[in-house]
């Protein structure tokens, strides 16, 4: 089992930064792909960043060159950078953790931007 807690949501005028933490603990055999989802209200869950093992990276096109998600896999964190945030960022955002058999993902954490 992999448990997964998010931290470094919050408020934040448009424009501003934040940084989102993925800590995660328990047994990693087989963990491969890591991201970041995010779930406006009304809307679907996306997908906002995810990154390989080995640190290959792709994005939601509403956020390359505002976002950066990196991991260290000794530490089993995985972070999401995010930059010139606007209101259209604002949703619940999800660690997620990949395994053969299933998806691991956290509880979630509201990050919010105002104009």
């Known amino acids: 089992q992999v448990q997964l807690v998010e931290s470094g949501g919050g408020l934040v005028q448009a424009g501003g930064s934040l940084r989102l933490s993925c800590a995660a603990s328990?047994?990693?055999?087989?963990?491969?792909?890591m991201g970041w989802y995010r779930q406006a209200p009304g809307k679907q869950r996306e997908l906002v960043a995810r990154?390989?093992?080995?640190?290959?990276?792709n994005y939601a096109d509403s956020v390359k060159g505002r976002f950066t998600i990196s991991r260290d896999n000794a530490k089993n964190t995985v972070l999401l950078q995010m930059n010139s945030l606007k209101p259209e960022d604002t949703a619940v955002y999800s660690c997620?953790?990949?395994?053969?058999?299933?998806?691991?993902w956290g509880q979630g954490i509201q990050v919010t931007v105002s104009s």
């Open positions: 997620a953790a990949e395994s053969p058999n299933t998806v691991y």
């Open positions: 990154i390989t093992r080995g640190g290959r990276t």
């Open positions: 328990g047994t990693f055999f087989g963990i491969g792909g």
